[in-house]
């Protein structure tokens, strides 16, 4: 694309634009509209048409390589993708959800009661080949979430922090590795 000094151009992968006041070879002198003063490569920028002039969005502009790179953008997939099909198994491990009464139980006890259901519904969604499971552990003093920690390392699974929004701080979501038989 051939530029001149006065053109109008937006900056392609920034939030600029501005008028051209200067041209060196493939450099180009570009003032913004805060009167800053930057320099580009010509392949960096694109021209603002006329009737583009006052644009609120950059995404309005009608440029066929802006548009490639707004597509390019929109491809790239997460490594993370959930689809609708994907059988997350949600375990609760609060204790009032997993014992009708505490009555004669000490800390201990509960935790191993926590900790025991944890292992065998890992167990469970191995032999079921069920790839996710979310413990709701709660926030507290963390001793549940760092026992739960060292029982994960025993198993073929990574764990990580489940959803802030859904769960808040006090979830682990699990992604079991399936081996391909």
């Known amino acids: 694309m051939r530029f001149e000094i006065g053109h109008k151009v937006a900056v392609l992968d920034d939030v600029l634009?501005?008028?051209i006041i200067g041209i060196s070879n493939e450099e180009i002198s570009l003032e913004t509209t805060d009167g800053m003063v930057l320099k580009f490569n010509a392949s960096e920028l694109v021209k603002i048409e006329a009737d583009q002039n006052e644009i609120s969005k950059y995404s309005d502009i009608q440029n066929a390589l802006l548009y490639e790179k707004?597509?390019?953008?929109?491809?790239a997939k997460s490594v993370f993708t959930k689809t609708k099909n994907d059988i997350v198994l949600e375990?609760?491990?609060h204790i009032n959800q997993l014992t009708k009464s505490t009555k004669g139980m000490d800390n201990y006890d509960m935790l191993t009661l926590q900790l025991d259901t944890a292992r065998h519904k890992i167990e469970f969604a191995i032999r079921?080949?069920?790839p996710k499971i979310v413990f709701i552990h709660?926030?507290?003093k963390g001793v549940l979430k760092s026992e739960l920690q060292f029982l994960f390392n025993k198993y073929p699974i990574k764990y990580y922090d489940a959803s802030y929004q859904k769960y808040g701080l006090g979830a682990t979501e699990v992604y079991i590795y399936q081996n391909s038989k």
């Open 138 to 140: 709660g926030v507290g």
């Open 17 to 19: 634009k501005g008028t």
């Open 128 to 130: 079921k080949r069920i």
């Open 70 to 75: 707004i597509n390019e953008k929109k491809k």
């Open 91 to 93: 375990v609760d491990l």
